[in-house]
Nanobody, 117 residues
Framework: QVQLVESGGGLVQPGGSLRLSCAASTRIFSINASGWYRQAPGRQRELVAT???????TYADSVKGRFTISRDNAKNTVYLQMNSLKPEDTAVYYC???????????WGQGTQVTVSS
């Protein structure tokens, strides 16, 4: 059974950086399109960034210019580079991906990002 495995979360000071990774657990399935979401305590899950199979990206206004989503097809992995982190970026970050064959949607387990001094 395929899974999305996330890594890279942690505690960082304001202004710092983190890079999140999201990898499919098997090479039988490839990532077609992917997005990163986040959910802070007491708030709804929100879309942070997306990347499609052609490499086109979109970002929430709150992270534009600070976050970068990218993909490495050879590694079947999607990344979220987060720079100039702010306390309001604190949340559990989730990866979502459409995998092929099948075009089914999968979610990662979530990784905690805490921005605090």
């Amino acid at each position: 059974q395929v899974q999305l495995v996330e890594s890279g979360g942690g505690l960082v000071q304001p202004g710092g950086s983190l890079r999140l990774s999201c990898a499919a657990s098997t090479r039988i399935f490839s990532i077609n399109a992917s997005g990163w979401y986040r959910q802070a305590p007491g708030r709804q899950r929100e879309l942070v960034a997306t990347i499609n199979n052609g490499g086109t990206t979109t970002y929430a206004d709150s992270v534009k210019g600070r976050f970068t989503i990218s993909r490495d097809n050879a590694k079947n992995t999607v990344y979220l580079q987060m720079n100039s982190l702010k306390p309001e970026d604190t949340a559990v970050y989730y990866c979502n991906a459409i995998l092929i064959p099948g075009y089914r949607s999968y979610w990662g387990q979530g990784t905690q990002v805490t921005v605090s001094s």
